[in-house]
């Protein structure tokens, strides 16, 4: 078994100084450059782990898609496109806030019993309401699926706020993105051989699918119209749902990511490697909220927030009512 180390800064360096990679990667799209999202790919798929030796990927033609493949993007797609001409609720003077998180509806247990809602953002929505029952809030998933309906939080998903022209728009330009990879790589692959950076290229490879750019640019061009649609004036977002601020044109729209879930210190540096390294320091967040000290120190050399603030996970928030929740004995009883 070949031993495993991480991609060594220096290497890291190398590799993304290629002019024609550059090139490719700082591609814009609507909400992001593609930087962003191959940035997150990288780092949540740990690409930046590495063996010995360093395989090169086997070449593939244009044509080279397998029959399933096919088969799913076009079930995918006719999904995309009945779920885009379903009439979507329109937000009269846009809302106060805007909550993103992935498709993690769980049975949450309150002193009113048991209700479904959002696994890390739904005491906050209930408790908002509650209180504040003037604010204007809603709940967008951004995974492409049908949502539950749940009482007093306005539920949705993102590819509701697609429309036919941006799903065209998207197998075009991914077809675009696509071709200029295919005639990039060949000389792509002479400068990784001659700087011994061959790692690099399955990397690309799997990174510049043509369906991993079709799902990529309907998020990004959906995401654009859900901001555009719903005018926030604060957007609150799961750190692995958004991490950088969206290029939007409301100055005044505060982004604030929160810690879902524990930090990976490497993952922490190489988010920074490439901050520093492109030029996505104009999105940093505006808050981040993390759940603890340590979190916090981990988070202040990354610099990708303007402020670190510690709250705790609102996950956990049930603890405080836990003696009015749960039944000490049966617990102790049934464990």
């Not at 106060?96 to 769980?106: E, G, N, Y």
């Not at 029952?133 to 949502?147: E, G, I, R, V």
């Not at 011994?196 to 654009?224: A, P, T, V």
Request: hydrophobic share 40%; proline share 3%.
């Amino acid at each position: 078994m070949t031993e495993q180390k991480n991609l060594s800064d220096d290497k890291f360096k190398v590799i993304f100084s290629c002019k024609r990679l550059r090139e490719l990667l700082l591609i814009d799209v609507a909400s992001y450059p593609l930087i962003y999202y191959f940035m997150n790919y990288f780092i949540t798929n740990k690409l930046y782990k590495k063996s010995e030796s360093f395989p090169l990927s086997p070449k593939k033609h244009l044509g080279s898609f397998k029959l399933n493949s096919i088969i799913t993007l076009l079930k995918t797609s006719l999904y995309y496109i009945k779920t885009s001409l379903e009439k979507t609720e329109i937000f009269k003077n846009g809302l106060d806030i805007l909550f993103l998180s992935r498709d993690r509806f769980v049975d949450i247990k309150t002193e009113n019993g048991l209700i479904k809602s959002d696994y890390l953002f739904g005491s906050i929505i209930h408790d908002i309401n509650e209180k504040y029952p003037n604010c204007k809030n809603a709940l967008f998933s951004t995974t492409f699926k049908h949502m539950p309906k749940i009482d007093d939080i306005g539920v949705h998903s993102l590819i509701q706020y697609s429309t036919p022209t941006i799903l065209l728009r998207s197998a075009l330009f991914g077809l675009i993105i696509y071709l200029r990879w295919k005639f990039s790589r060949s000389k792509i692959i002479n400068y990784l051989k001659d700087n011994d950076c061959e790692y690099g290229l399955s990397l690309f490879d799997s990174f510049y699918s043509l369906r991993r750019l079709f799902y990529l640019l309907i998020f990004d061009y959906s995401l654009k119209n859900v901001l555009k649609k719903t005018n926030p004036k604060v957007i609150v977002s799961n750190d692995d749902v958004l991490n950088l601020k969206p290029k939007i044109n409301l100055e005044s729209t505060k982004l604030v990511i929160m810690q879902s879930a524990s930090m990976v210190e490497t993952n922490e540096k190489f988010k920074k490697m490439f901050i520093s390294e492109f030029p996505l320091d104009k999105l940093i967040a505006d808050y981040f909220l993390v759940s603890g000290i340590k979190f916090k120190d981990m988070k202040k050399d990354v610099k990708d927030s303007k402020e670190i603030k510690i709250t705790g996970q609102p996950r956990y928030d049930i603890l405080y009512h836990a003696d009015k929740i749960y039944d000490k004995e049966k617990f102790i009883k049934k464990y």
